[in-house]
């Protein structure tokens, strides 16, 4: 299993470029996240979702978009990128039957620099 | 509203014991995970609490309280690669609540 993949490890974009970050699972999962990492912060979360079909907006999804039409892809899009979206990105996933988010398995991250 | 809180930075010695405290407020609690964070990695899971008491796990143990939103991750016989952040989350409602991590520094 190679668990979740992410994809680019590191990216530069202009200001007001766009781009999509990819996210994928071999682990049959049906909850999967995006986070972002400030330096020195918390893990703030941008949008989840409980199955393919079916996404929401967690604490700081302006600016992102995400679409989850498989089990195994969640891929985030950046549209218009700000500097304020300077930060490293995670996403994970986890399996839940109803008792719980369950243990999270992460990316190995984006670093992304807006400039 | 939802807040998890832990001290920023803490240090200790090689070989020594150290407590890193959470406290919580969140509705729809299941239970409380740790994770462990090294610089320009991905968390990697160390443990979960869903009823209270103390659970061990060989060098590092995770208590909780539910009843006063607390709890703690202790680690023992500190090694230098023990040095990184320390992340408490709890499970709200089928979403974690993150707090900002603990930076664990070891010294020889």
């Known amino acids: 299993n190679a668990g979740v993949t992410q994809t680019p490890k590191f990216r530069i974009l202009k200001i007001g470029q766009s781009m999509t970050l990819q996210c994928a699972q071999d682990?049959?999962?049906?909850?999967m996240y995006w986070y972002r990492q400030d330096p020195g912060m918390g893990l703030k979360l941008i949008y989840y979702s409980v199955g393919a079909g079916i996404t929401d907006k967690g604490e700081v999804p302006n600016g992102y978009n995400v679409s989850r039409s498989t089990t195994e892809d969640f891929p985030l899009r950046l549209e218009l990128a700000a500097p304020s979206q300077t930060s490293v990105y995670f996403c994970?996933?986890?399996?839940?039957?109803?008792?719980?988010?369950?243990?999270?398995?992460f990316g190995p991250g984006t670093r992304l620099t807006v400039t | 509203g939802q807040n998890i809180d832990q001290p920023t930075e803490m240090t200790a010695t090689e070989g020594a014991i150290v407590q890193i405290n959470c406290t919580y407020q969140?509705?729809?609690?299941?239970?409380l995970f740790w994770y462990q964070q090294h610089a320009g990695e991905a968390p990697t899971f160390l443990s979960y609490?869903?009823l209270d008491g103390l659970e061990e796990k060989g060098r590092f143990s995770s208590f909780l309280s539910r009843s006063k939103g607390y709890s703690y991750l202790l680690l023992k016989e500190l090694q230098m690669k023990d040095s990184a952040s320390y992340l408490c989350?709890?499970?709200?409602?089928?979403?974690?609540?993150w707090g900002a991590g603990t930076k664990l520094i070891i010294k020889p």
């Open positions: 994970a996933s986890s399996y839940s039957s109803g008792g719980g988010a369950g243990e999270q398995y």
């Open positions: 682990m049959n999962h049906n909850y």
């Open positions: 609490n869903v």
């Open positions: 989350a709890a499970d709200s409602n089928y979403q974690l609540i």
């Open positions: 969140t509705s729809g609690f299941n239970g």
